[in-house]
């Protein structure tokens, strides 16, 4: 009888923007996945809350990008009809923050660039013609077509929401660049212009790879102007989570089949991948299961699969799925009745990858691996029947793909991954296969693994180093836990800072410094507790909310881990391990073993590193004041962003990535250096009086402007004071820091330095960047002057040049302010005697 099982019509094509855009059907059975809705809610926030309107979606082939940008075009700018479909497809709500980005009632204008080998300028002349095509003539630009200009007119006319320019394939467009040497500076241009376009034009790029790697076999030269390009457009990964891609494919199989017998299985190994990976789904089962007839082993490795680059072939899911390739999900469905079909093995996805993907794996970075296993097969093929075949290929392909799936060749997971055969039977192959030196079991990992071959014993060694070393947990964790910092992300998106935070493992004994120099600049410290000897959670738990108490910085938090004797095992086996590979002199002779130890050492590497991801992602976090309980969706930056929002109550919202950091670049700190001099020069002109649109011209747009510092009054330009009743949000905001700088300069017999102004500021509760001090202090004394005596070294300095202001930057402890105190005919006589200083608006006429 023919088989009711299909896969979903959606899944067997891919998404063609341009012709798709206006297709009412062209989202029916799309599944949006939390990564692609949160890729989408990271635009919007930008648009909401900042001046950043160009964006790059980068994640694997056949991740679902191009399909996130349709569904995003039909919400913005489809018909009622299509807006209200897409609204649902998306979940988006009436107050969500991505409608209120583009729920305009007028539909936004969608131009799609598919990406081809042509020049860029060429690509959106040509999607401009077909999807916004101009009135009158083309505009020029140097004897050039002005293609930004054209769009820009488009988004300024008020026809539409708004223009959103959608780059699909834009990594085609980078290669073809690359490849003829072309400037890509048109991409900045265009990046610029979206964000002087008050929300109504974007750019959105889709990438399969770093925007730097386009141009990774070009000169210095070259990339470090790529990497400007690059800076314009902030990166938003599209990657899916393992068990969102287990979720898709089950999504994506439509199967009318009753297949009652592979619930347990399914449970199997749903409890063997959430025993190593702890932040999984806990629906895991059901989805594993809903993949049925795919193995749950095989669909479990579907994803870190299709993450791998074979060459030029970046495998989809979906794509093996759905294609007729010999061995592949469509033929095993064809070649198979109702009454026959079983599951389509992990050892038969081994096969399929061989048959057609092989010479382009032996080419990739898994070339080497795959080599050693293809070999061990051939010898169980010659030596063994089934299930010892089998069993040896489904290592193989775990071994392979494990990283990120969770997996590992265990016992259970093994007697699970052949058909018709005892688990007592499994087990006595299996040492079949490790007596004839095919397999090998790691006890450290509890699961079996091809073995390259050698004489030497590494788990002897391993043993004897574990034994000989007396390092402890602690020393063990300080080299080998070096994890990268995290950032608090809603809390840059609300206030434009961006705040560190350091992530460090530690015992009980060793997580309080007292040699650590004082921090001079907040940052934020996530401290996992690990302890030295046998503790419950709850005497962990209460450690840590001492030990958060005792370290008085609201900034560091304490956490205390689920499984934390894992996290000791890894790091005291990944100790000996390396001290065995560094020590051991017969090994220079022993090639397979050395290859082995190394398989051994990544291996254990990324254990560790999977565990503490884990680890952070599932502890519980004690601050001086609260308790924290991540998700393993969203991990910890909510958690830093809720304390930074807490502890740095009063932080000024500045939307400037160019100034507001503490090191500026070069480019950043002219731009800094000629805007300081120009409200100087110009302060009496609207806007300063730019022309045109410099670096600093951005900094006046996104500092002084925002900020409600410099303004246009009667037609002149003024610097002024911000006020808690203000229109603006920005300037509402500086409220607290300006009248902090102002209680301090009354409330002191002398001059203070601008360098105590500068430590005021960046400490809590304001947490100011460096940068962007000396552009504030300046729009202060300013707003201030006649209220100020400045003085440079100790001596009173009655004019104010550009040369004073380069002090600043240099020297900010030579400059001294001083509050003047003074009665109505005091104020007269000084006035007189130094307009320009009390009368400041004379110095810009």
């Known amino acids: 009888m023919e088989l009711r099982i299909q896969v979903t019509p959606r899944f067997q094509r891919s998404v063609q923007l341009e012709s798709d855009l206006s297709r009412a059907d062209a989202l029916d059975g799309y599944i949006c996945q939390s990564s692609s809705r949160n890729a989408l809610a990271v635009v919007a926030h930008h648009i909401n809350e900042s001046q950043q309107r160009a ?138 212009a979206a964000s002087r376009s008050d929300g109504k034009l974007v750019v959105i790029g889709i990438l399969h790879q770093a925007f730097d790697q386009y141009a990774s076999r070009s000169g210095r030269a070259v990339q470090s102007e790529w990497a400007k390009v690059q800076g314009r457009f902030v990166d938003v990964p599209v990657v899916a989570g393992t068990d969102e891609v287990i979720a898709l494919i089950g999504g994506a199989i439509r199967c009318d089949e009753a297949h009652s017998g592979s619930h347990r299985l399914s449970e199997v190994i749903a409890k063997a991948i959430q025993r190593r990976r702890p932040a999984s789904s806990a629906t895991l089962a059901q989805t594993l299961d809903q993949c049925w007839p795919l193995h749950p082993v095989t669909a479990a490795l579907l994803g870190p699969c299709s993450r791998r680059r074979f060459g030029q072939n970046e495998r989809s899911v979906f794509g093996f799925l759905s294609s007729a390739e010999p061995l592949g999900f469509r033929e095993f469905l064809e070649g198979h009745t109702r009454k026959s079909l079983g599951y389509y093995q992990p050892a038969r996805f081994w096969d399929y990858l061989r048959a057609n993907f092989e010479p382009a794996i032996l080419a990739s970075a898994d070339g080497h691996r795959w080599a050693i296993s293809a070999e061990a097969i051939e010898r169980v093929e010659a030596r063994f029947r089934e299930p010892h075949v089998s069993l040896a290929k489904t290592i193989a392909l775990i071994e392979l793909f494990r990283n990120g799936s969770g997996l590992a060749a265990s016992h259970d997971v093994l007697e699970c991954s052949v058909d018709d055969v005892s688990p007592k039977f499994v087990k006595a192959a299996l040492e079949e296969l490790a007596a004839a030196s095919i397999v090998i079991y790691r006890k ?14 590494i788990d002897a060694a391993v043993d004897t180093a574990k034994r000989e070393r007396s390092q402890s947990i602690d020393e063990q964790l300080k080299q080998l836990a070096v994890l990268p910092p995290l950032t608090a992300r809603k809390h840059y998106s609300k206030t434009g800072t961006l705040r560190w935070f350091e992530r460090s493992v530690v015992t009980p004994s060793g997580a309080m410094d007292p040699h650590a120099p004082p921090k001079k600049t907040p940052t934020g410290r996530f401290a996992l507790l690990v302890p030295n000897e046998e503790s419950t959670s709850e005497q962990l738990a209460q450690t840590a909310h001492d030990l958060a108490k005792a370290a008085k910085d609201p900034l560091t938090l304490f956490g205390v881990p689920k499984g934390h004797h894992r996290l000791a095992e890894y790091a005291s086996e990944l100790t000996a391990l390396e001290h065995v590979a560094e020590s051991t002199p017969s090994l220079e002779n022993d090639g397979v073993a050395r290859r082995e130890i190394h398989a051994r050492l990544q291996q254990l590497r990324g254990d560790l590193e999977a565990a503490l991801r884990d680890a952070f992602a599932t502890a519980t976090w004690y601050s001086a004041s609260k308790t924290f309980h991540p998700t393993a969706e969203d991990g910890l930056s909510p958690i830093a962003s809720r304390v930074c929002d807490a502890v740095f109550k009063s932080a000024p919202q500045i939307s400037s990535e160019l100034v507001n950091r503490d090191v500026l670049s070069s480019n950043a700190a002219k731009a800094q250096r000629l805007l300081m001099h120009r409200m100087l020069s110009h302060g009496g002109h609207h806007e300063l009086d730019y022309s045109g649109y410099p670096a600093e011209a951005g900094l006046y747009h996104t500092v002084l402007a925002p900020l409600g510092l410099h303004r246009t009054v009667k037609k002149r330009g003024t610097f002024s004071s911000p006020e808690l009743s203000d229109d603006l949000e920005g300037a509402r905001s500086l409220v607290p820091l300006w009248q902090a700088w102002r209680n301090l300069l009354q409330g002191a017999d002398g001059a203070i330095t601008l360098a105590q102004l500068y430590d005021l500021a960046r400490q809590i509760p304001y947490g100011v960047k460096r940068g962007v001090l000396p552009i504030l202090a300046l729009a202060f004394l300013l707003a201030h002057r006649s209220e100020i005596a400045l003085y440079v070294d100790d001596m009173f300095c009655p004019d104010l040049t550009d040369s004073d202001t380069d002090e600043w930057l240099q020297d900010p402890a030579r400059i001294g302010w001083k509050w003047v105190r003074m009665d109505a005919s005091a104020k007269q006589m000084l006035t007189l005697r130094y307009p320009h200083v009390f009368q400041p608006m004379t110095i810009w006429l």
Do not use: C
Request: hydrophobic letters at 45%.
């Open 55 to 192: 964006f790059t979606w980068t994640g694997p082939y056949g991740g679902g990008k191009s399909t996130l940008a349709l569904a995003l075009a039909q919400l913005a700018g489809g018909t009622p009809t299509v807006r209200k479909r897409a609204k649902q497809a998306l979940n988006v709500e009436a107050d969500d923050e991505i409608w209120k980005a583009f729920g305009s009632k007028k539909p936004w204008l969608f131009v799609p660039v598919v990406g081809r080998r042509q020049a860029l300028e060429e690509a959106l002349g040509q999607a401009i013609d077909k999807h916004a095509p101009q009135r009158g003539p083309k505009r020029m630009r140097n004897g050039r077509r002005d293609v930004i200009a054209e769009l820009v007119r488009r988004a300024e006319a008020g026809e539409h929401g708004g223009v959103v320019v959608l780059l699909d394939e834009m990594g085609k467009l980078l290669e073809a660049a690359a490849a003829a040497g072309e400037d890509i500076y048109l991409l900045q241009e265009l990046a610029e």
């Open 444 to 457: 450290h990992n509890e699961a079996w693994a091809i073995y390259a071959g050698s004489d030497f014993d």
